[in-house]
């Protein structure tokens, strides 16, 4: 710390105290007059208890005077001294006690004199009771009536003497019992009586109580006010009395506490502050003394650490950077043909683009890793049999072969004189292979044929587990016990509901029915709602799983797996919601017979229910009706693709002419698309063309033209039915009030009156409610052709850009007619349309991000 300044002290007291002042004599206190009536005896020194004779009064009275019966007065009178006076015998008074000194006595005896202040008190004031304490580090003069202070370097010892500080201790003012002490890392330049405690200066230091700071030996140093010198990091060194280390130049080094650095011998190099010389590295030199290393030039290499040299580089070998370890074997495709190069040559800019060469080759005798060698080729058209090598094939394999190229997993090839890989469709059937292996034995036990697509029915059946992407045994595997769950609950659910319908009071029955028309309208909206969304997420996994067949990219996976989530159930898969159900009902063919033939039975046997309720006069026959038509619209786009899949077939190997060609069913392999069977296939499928994809809409657009005129003529304008309940309200609240009725006929539309005798027992309500008079008649089959152009129609697409671009088309076409038109009566249900427009369209440009790869893989 700074050293305190001294301030000048106050001159010592003398510790002896000055004589007690003479006090003046106090005036006797005066003695009280006597009464003259009646006259007392003249006391005596000790007083009588009674007078012993009477003294007549000069004036007779007429009464005598009675005997007193006060005792008689003592020859000398009572006196009290209160505190802060004494007894003065002399003058026989009280008098005060003078400044300096104090009396506290209360009670006889009356003290003779006053009592000085103790050491350490005073008191300024005559006739003081008591004496007060003195500051902290002053000492009271030796009257008692004033404090003073010690010098500096001194202490107040006791409260009553000034001692000097010792050695080590110090004091910028006197202090009280001790002085300060001068820690480590200061001094006080004095052996004693040391006023102030300065820090050591840079290079010195000390201890506590040091008088003097000692300078720090060779190879330490300290910065100011330290208790020792701290030694010097290694790379640094000092003299004697160093304030800070220096460091070592580049090219020296020191160990700690050095006094001087050494130079760094040959192979090795240090900068600035180096607590050791470097080794060089490999590939790097130095000389003696040097600050860095020397990498070796382009051409040349060093192998060793604390290298004095470089070596240039042996024929075949290359170092084309500086600081090489070690000269470079060519690489394949390239060759080194001189000694000490610093390049390599490129065989495919020697040689033909295609050709390459072994590590270390001084020539181009193989192809590239990226190709393999076409023997028969090569034969015929020597330096031209390098081919590139496709998907599916390891392309870091060397000196390849078409004889011996194997393929990844997931990818399968049909012969050895194949040149075409393909992606397996069920990437885990395929399990890949190298050398010569193909066809069957790329797959896994239980598949088998074109790219591993058919499961075998040998020994105990396999079925394809589409969530696997494989073949799974049938004994192995069950259907999953949250499937069954699912169906059990849906089971219980309609037979609870049919019990509860059967069972039901009347007037249960009447509360329902009740509550079903006060809500008619709120259940109608939430079933459109659910259409929509139906119909939306249909039209996507058809659309995506589509596209995929076509060779193009999967979806997000965290879109796709919310789509895949639905899409067993929407597309009508049996086989993928009830996995091992194809254990017994093998192949596509059961798809197609099971989904048409279903279809046709549930529609035969609504009609018969329908005729038989209308033949026993039931009026709700209709709904029967309505109902299969509402089912039609969720089901006719997945069972129209279960029927355009019958005529898409794909050819293997159809680009080599030596090899015999395959066409198989795209959606089944064990289809051949050349045998008979498939011929009788394909005529069911046109007839099932007839019935659902082109006949059910027709049969839609007939029976909706049929009610356009009563579609026009109950229109009803919702701007009029505002205004209508708007005079009624007003009418209900009395004159005087007032409703707001503008703008509405800036968003009036046109709804169709459900009420209408012939349309309110219409079984087409699904395709026309909601929907503007103008366009009921056509819009629902519109909408369906839509549908079927997204999910059957691209089909007829094998090129991806040709489906893309068709699916983008429609998409966008949809959406301007949507937005144009607004065909719905609710502004509700044209926004929720539109968004169901929109996420379509946006699926196919994600879709189509995807395939161009403009975010990587």
Request: proline share 7%.
């Amino acid at each position: 710390p700074t050293p305190m300044p001294t301030p000048m002290p106050t001159p010592v007291p003398t510790p002896m105290p000055t004589p007690v002042p003479t006090t003046p004599v106090p005036t006797p206190v005066p003695t009280p007059m006597p009464t003259p009536v009646p006259t007392t005896p003249v006391p005596t020194p000790v007083p009588t208890p009674m007078p012993t004779t009477l003294v007549p009064t000069a004036v007779p009275t007429p009464l005598p005077t009675p005997v007193p019966t006060t005792s008689p007065p003592t020859p000398v009178p009572t006196i009290e001294c209160e505190p802060g006076t004494y007894f003065d015998t002399t003058m026989s008074l009280c008098a005060e006690c003078t400044m300096g000194r104090y009396t506290d006595t209360t009670t006889p005896p009356w003290p003779t004199s006053c009592l000085l202040c103790k050491v350490g008190k005073i008191n300024q004031a005559a006739g003081s009771s008591g004496c007060t304490d003195c500051a902290t580090g002053k000492l009271s003069s030796s009257d008692r009536t004033s404090c003073g202070d010690c010098d500096a370097g001194t202490y107040v010892l006791n409260g009553s003497s000034c001692e000097e500080c010792p050695s080590g201790y110090y004091a910028p003012t006197a202090q009280v019992d001790a002085c300060l002490e001068c820690s480590a890392g200061d001094h006080t330049s004095v052996a004693s009586k040391a006023t102030t405690c300065s820090s050591c200066d840079g290079g010195t230091y000390s201890a506590d109580l040091a008088i003097n700071c000692t300078s720090c030996r060779p190879g330490t140093s300290s910065s100011s006010r330290q208790s020792s010198c701290t030694d010097c990091e290694a790379g640094k060194f000092s003299d004697v009395g160093a304030a800070s280390c220096e460091s070592c130049e580049g090219g020296t080094w020191s160990n700690t506490s050095a006094s001087s650095c050494t130079a760094c011998v040959a192979g090795k190099a240090s900068g600035t502050a180096a607590p050791e010389c470097e080794t060089c590295n490999v590939g790097s030199y130095s000389n003696s003394g040097a600050t860095s290393c020397e990498s070796c030039t382009p051409g040349k290499f060093q192998s060793e650490q604390g290298g004095v040299a470089c070596e240039n580089c042996t024929k075949g070998k290359f170092s084309d950077t500086t600081g090489a370890a070690s000269c470079q074997s060519a690489a394949e495709g390239y060759f080194v043909p001189h000694v000490g190069m610093s390049v390599q040559y490129k065989c495919s800019s020697e040689f033909t683009p295609d050709y390459t060469s072994s590590e270390g080759s001084k020539t181009c005798d193989e192809c590239l890793n990226t190709h393999y060698m076409d023997d028969e080729l090569e034969s015929r058209k020597p330096l031209h049999g390098c081919v590139k090598k496709p998907p599916g094939v390891d392309k870091q394999d060397t000196n390849t072969h078409l004889s011996t190229m194997g393929v990844k997993p997931g990818y399968y090839r049909r012969s050895s004189a194949s040149t075409q890989v393909y992606s397996c469709v069920y990437r885990a059937n395929c399990v890949g292979g190298v050398n010569s292996t193909v066809g069957d034995d790329l797959c896994s036990s239980g598949s088998h044929g074109p790219l591993c697509t058919v499961c075998r029915s040998d020994g105990p059946g396999y079925f394809i587990d589409v969530h696997k992407a494989m073949c799974v045994e049938c004994a192995a595997e069950k259907v999953p016990w949250h499937t069954w769950l699912v169906v059990s609950l849906v089971v219980t659910t309609i037979a609870l509901g049919v019990a509860a319908v059967a069972f039901r009071s009347q007037g249960a029955r009447w509360k329902m029915r009740s509550w079903a028309r006060k809500n008619h309208d709120s259940l109608n909206r939430l079933g459109d709602t659910f259409t929509v969304a139906w119909v939306t997420i249909q039209t996507l996994v058809l659309l995506i799983r589509n596209h995929k067949d076509t060779g193009g990219e999967d979806p997000p996976s965290l879109y796709g797996d919310f789509l895949s989530s639905f899409g067993s159930l929407v597309s009508l898969d049996v086989f993928a919601v009830f996995p091992g159900t194809d254990c017994w009902y093998k192949g596509y063919v059961w798809s197609l017979v099971g989904n048409t033939v279903a279809a046709m039975a549930l529609t035969i046997a609504a009609l018969a229910l329908f005729n038989y309720k209308k033949r026993s006069g039931d009026k709700t026959a209709w709904r029967v009706l309505k109902r299969l038509v509402w089912v039609s619209k969720l089901l006719l786009p997945a069972i129209s693709l279960t029927i355009a899949r019958t005529f898409r077939c794909i050819t293997y190997d159809d680009d080599n002419s030596e090899l015999d060609k395959i066409t198989v069913l795209s959606v089944d392999h064990s289809i051949d698309c050349e045998s008979s069977y498939y011929y009788i296939l394909v005529t069911y499928a046109l007839f099932m063309v007839v019935i659902f994809p082109v006949g059910v809409p027709l049969i839609w657009l007939v029976k909706l033209r049929g009610l356009r005129e009563r579609f026009d003529t109950t229109a009803i304008e919702t701007s009029a039915e505002i205004e209508i309940e708007t005079e009624t309200e007003t009418t209900r609240e009395g004159a005087g009030s007032s409703t707001d009725t503008k703008g509405g006929s800036s968003s009036a539309k046109a709804v169709i009156d459900m009420k209408e005798p012939v349309l309110s027992v219409s079984p087409l309500q699904s395709l026309f409610r909601g929907i503007q008079p103008q366009y009921a008649a056509y819009f629902e089959v519109a909408d369906m052709t839509r549908r079927l152009a997204l999910t059957c129609g691209t089909m007829v697409f094998t090129s991806l850009g040709h489906f893309v671009l068709f699916s983008l088309s429609v998409a966008m076409l949809s959406l301007v007619a949507h937005t144009q038109l607004l065909p719905f009566d609710t502004k509700l249900m044209d926004n929720i349309h539109s968004v169901a427009h929109w996420q379509t369209l946006l699926a196919l440009i994600v879709l189509l991000v995807r395939d161009a790869s403009m975010f990587g893989p």
